[in-house]
């Protein structure tokens, strides 16, 4: 499984984006992707991730009320909508998925991920 994140760009504070991280190979039944994020000189962070088939989500407290998770089964896509963006969500985004059903708790653990995409760089400026 390979995995491409793309929609990353400038943007100014307030503004909105949407990255996308879409699936090569197989369409799996059950899985979840979660997206992560590290500033400069930063630890990586959990953003949001989605779980199927349930469609369960997971949101990091920092990002709740502006960013949506979603997938498109048909696609194989999973994306991130991103509203109201603030200069301190600047930071290179990754999506991450895993083929397994993990439990919600462990969504936000970057350990959860089997397979990573390249990162996509979200700039936001003031």
């Known amino acids: 499984v390979q995995l491409q994140a793309s929609g990353g760009g400038m943007v100014q504070d307030g503004g909105s984006l949407r990255l996308s991280c879409a699936a090569s190979g197989r369409t799996f039944s059950k899985g979840a992707v979660g997206w992560f994020r590290q500033a400069p000189g930063k630890e990586r962070a959990f953003v949001q991730a989605?779980?199927?088939?349930?469609?369960?989500?997971y949101t990091a407290d920092s990002v709740k009320g502006r960013f949506t998770i979603s997938r498109d089964n048909g696609k194989n896509t999973v994306y991130l909508y991103m509203n109201n963006l603030q200069p301190d969500d600047t930071a290179v985004y990754y999506c991450?998925?895993?083929?397994?059903?993990?439990?919600?708790?462990?969504?936000?653990?970057?350990?959860?991920?089997?397979?990573w995409g390249q990162g996509t760089l979200v700039t936001v400026s003031s």
């Open positions: 991450a998925g895993t083929v397994s059903r993990p439990i919600t708790s462990m969504l936000p653990n970057p350990s959860t991920y089997d397979y």
């Open positions: 989605i779980r199927w088939p349930d469609h369960s989500t």
